[in-house]
Structure formats: structure tokens, C-alpha cells
């Protein structure tokens, strides 16, 4: 599966934004999917993910009741609303694809990042 995410930009505290990532290929469906980021110095962590079969969701702690995953499966795209961001959003994000059913799959796929930018 490839994927593309686009709609990072520069944003003020308090804004919002919506990132998309597209997968392409077969059985696309079939995926978890994630968003993850990485601010400079610092490791990559996942941010939110959803699942293939029930869609449940989960997020880091430091974005729960601010940041919502989604998908769409008809248009084979999972998406990110950001909302009230804040500087220490700020970070290249990424989407990542891993395979669902059964257990012990890794994240092995990857989209480019793009960049978040939130300034106070």
C-alpha cells in the first residue's frame, strides 16, 4: 500500500487543521492506519489510529479531546483534525499503514511527512 499525506502548514496556537493521507492499493481497506510525529531532537510517537474492522480509536494522551482520527473508506483516506493546536504540536507528522487482521503486524508502511508548525 502507498500512501500520501498532505495538509500540514503553519498555524497559530488555538487554530485548526486537517491532515489527509491517501492510500492507494490493494486490500487498502484492510489496514490500520496511523499518524505518528516527530519533532526535532526527539523520537518518533504515535499521535492517534484507527482500526480496520471497527474503526476504534486511540490517542496519546497529550492530544485526547483536542485531535480525531477518521476514515473514509470509500475514498480509501484517513484523516486528522487538529484542533486547538499548540506550539508543542509542532512536528513533522506522518501516516503509517499496518496490515490488520490476525496480530503481530508492524507498521510497515509509510507516507513523506509533512510539516505542523504552531506558533504561539
Known sequence: VQLQ??????????????LSCAASGRSARRYDMGWFRQAPGKERSSVAVILWSINRTSYADSVKGRFTISRANAKNTVYLQMNSLKPEDTAVYYCAARYGPGSGHQWNYWGQGTQVTVSS
Open 5 to 18: 499525506a498532505s495538509g500540514g502548514g503553519l498555524v497559530q496556537a488555538g487554530d485548526s487543521l486537517r
